[in-house]
């Protein structure tokens, strides 16, 4: 019977490796050597590389949850909130600009390749827009936040905005894509 | 000697099949078999695969410029001209949501895997932003742009925010993305 441990450690493999090196650059192998697991095992755990690729990215998403509670958090005033999601995500990716985003990564690179993968995307992309559009229309019912844009429209922008910035500091190895995300955001567009 | 002629073939069927299927999950072959061409006469042509990469980023680039000369055109006011320079950048983008902009998903694909692309999405990008910066600069001077931010930083940020919608477009297989970033921008944000 496969053990839950070593699938667990080709899970932590995989989000590593498909991150630094992208999901068709890697493969299968350079996974299970990470996992320090023989190539043979990789089938009794996984139907797929693709199936891999999904657990990859549910779990960099789960990682990134911190970030997506802050926005729920309703002790903060929701524009400290939406500051402080993305001050926590900018802070991560500072770690390694080179890594960018997986979401984004896995968006160019594989949602014309694996509709799986694509779906997850959409789901993962679809809860972070709503949670941004409840902290957003919080802001605009405090006066803190323009009025005169939906939220929804706001939450999608700032969503696909942000995932931009980090491309663009995954070929630049600078913050400075999310230094100008910033202070636009937060010192100009939205907020008064 | 190498026929011109073929060497070009070969560049516009890399450009199809780089944008369509992505840098690493396409090989030579696969570039060769759609420029009819034998994979052997790829090496008379091409040192390797990178530098192919190189020269198909190379011809989009050139083939996107309609919409950079517009950005340049001082007949018009300039925020027509940004205005007009990415709609002509989204009208291309619809013909088919799932390709997205060669730039970002070479961007992510490739910027940590290959120096060469990286420098030379580097210089794209950095043209790009300087012809986006003149017109924000203009759009300034005459009044029809919010002046409290750098230009400089505006450029950036429109750059990286419509790499952003593309890349989310190319998830969704829609134009929502574009819309959102034309109307925050164009009717919120900049333009007052």
Redesign the interface.
């Known amino acids: 019977m496969p053990q839950p441990s070593l699938k667990e450690e080709i899970v932590e493999a995989a989000l590593k490796v498909f991150h630094?090196?992208?999901f068709?650059?890697a493969g299968v192998k350079d996974v299970t050597d990470a996992a320090g697991a023989p190539k043979g095992s990789f089938y009794n755990h996984f139907h797929s590389k693709e199936r891999l690729g999904v657990a990859a990215l549910d779990r960099y998403w789960q990682r990134t949850r911190t970030a997506l509670d802050i926005l729920k958090d309703e002790q903060i005033p929701p524009i400290a909130r939406l500051r402080a999601s993305f001050r926590t995500l900018g802070e991560g990716a500072s770690r390694n600009f080179?890594?960018?985003c997986m979401l984004?990564?896995f968006?160019?690179?594989l949602?014309?390749?694996s509709p799986q993968i694509?779906e997850h995307?959409?789901g993962i992309?679809e809860s972070w827009t709503r949670a941004i559009e409840a902290c957003a229309a919080a802001a605009q019912r405090d006066g803190s936040m323009?009025q005169?844009?939906d939220a929804e429209?706001?939450a999608?922008?700032l969503?696909?905005?942000?995932?931009?910035?980090m491309?663009?500091a995954?070929?630049?190895r600078t913050g400075?894509?999310i230094q100008?995300?910033e202070?636009?955001v937060f010192?100009?567009?939205l907020v008064r």
Request: charged share 25%; aromatic share 8%; glycine share 10%.
């Open positions: 630094e090196r992208g068709n650059a080179k890594l960018g984004g990564n968006s160019t690179e949602s014309d390749q694509r995307l959409t992309f323009r005169d844009i429209v706001i999608a922008f969503v696909n905005s942000w995932e931009g910035a491309l663009r995954k070929v630049d400075a894509a100008a995300f202070e636009i010192n100009g567009l």
